[in-house]
């Protein structure tokens, strides 16, 4: 059973400080690892992906990889209210058929941005 | 279209009623999910479309769930005898084919089962 753990949270962070969310996942054979941000009552948005292991920036967020680990991070600089969400990890895993195209998410962690 | 879209946005069944979700994909996307997401859960995966062939259906929790695909572009995720535990959020998600880069999803159908 492939699994992808995350903390539930709520991580309470003040305006302005970094926010930094955790993932792990249990099986050596993935490949690509996504972070989607889910505000309360809308659908799943991507913000990124990465594939390899090391740090991977797209403006304030940041993305890090460690495949020895098997975990996954995402930070967030310059927390502002409106990243306020649901941040949800989810990982591809090819199989040996080649074949799975589905992703695993994890439950998601509940960010809160204070002012 | 611009984005993914479900319809309808809410639903209401009786329990035992059967219910129909559908979706529309971005134009072209070749590839095409169902998603159920229970309340402070993360999506689950149902079913995959590539075109109009369902090359998994391993996460349909039972034979009362059934989705199609005719045309390669719409799809119709049905539920037969709806029970309580059907309640959840059904998401779908198209993709240009690659999963490398993810894959956009629609809004979403909120069923509840009274």
């Known amino acids: 059973q492939k699994e992808v753990e995350q903390n539930s949270g709520p991580l309470s962070v003040p305006e302005g400080a970094i926010a930094s969310l955790n993932c792990t996942y249990s099986d050596r054979g993935s490949q690509s690892f996504f972070w989607y941000r889910q505000y309360s009552g809308k659908s799943p948005e991507l913000i990124m992906f990465i594939y390899s292991n090391g740090d991977k920036e797209d403006g304030r967020f940041t993305a890090q990889l460690n495949k020895a680990s098997q975990y996954v991070s995402l930070l967030i600089r310059d927390s502002q209210p409106s990243d306020s969400a649901t941040y949800l990890c989810a990982v591809w895993w090819v199989d040996s058929g080649g074949s799975n195209y589905k992703l695993t998410f994890g439950k998601g962690t509940l960010l809160t941005v204070n002012p | 279209g611009a984005g993914v879209s479900q319809s309808p946005r809410y639903k209401v069944a009786k329990r035992g009623q059967d219910v129909a979700l559908r979706c529309d994909p971005i134009s072209g996307h070749v590839s095409l999910f169902w998603y159920q997401q229970a309340l402070g859960q993360g999506p689950e995966f149902l079913t995959y479309?590539?075109?109009?062939?369902?090359?998994?259906k391993s996460g349909l929790p039972s034979d009362r769930f059934f989705a199609e695909r005719p045309e390669g572009s719409v799809s119709t995720l049905k539920i037969q005898r709806t029970q309580q535990e059907d309640s959840a959020v059904y998401l779908c998600a198209s993709g240009q084919g690659a999963i490398y880069y993810g894959y956009t999803f629609g809004s979403g159908t909120r069923l509840t089962v009274v």
């Open positions: 479309f590539q075109n109009e062939a369902q090359l998994d």
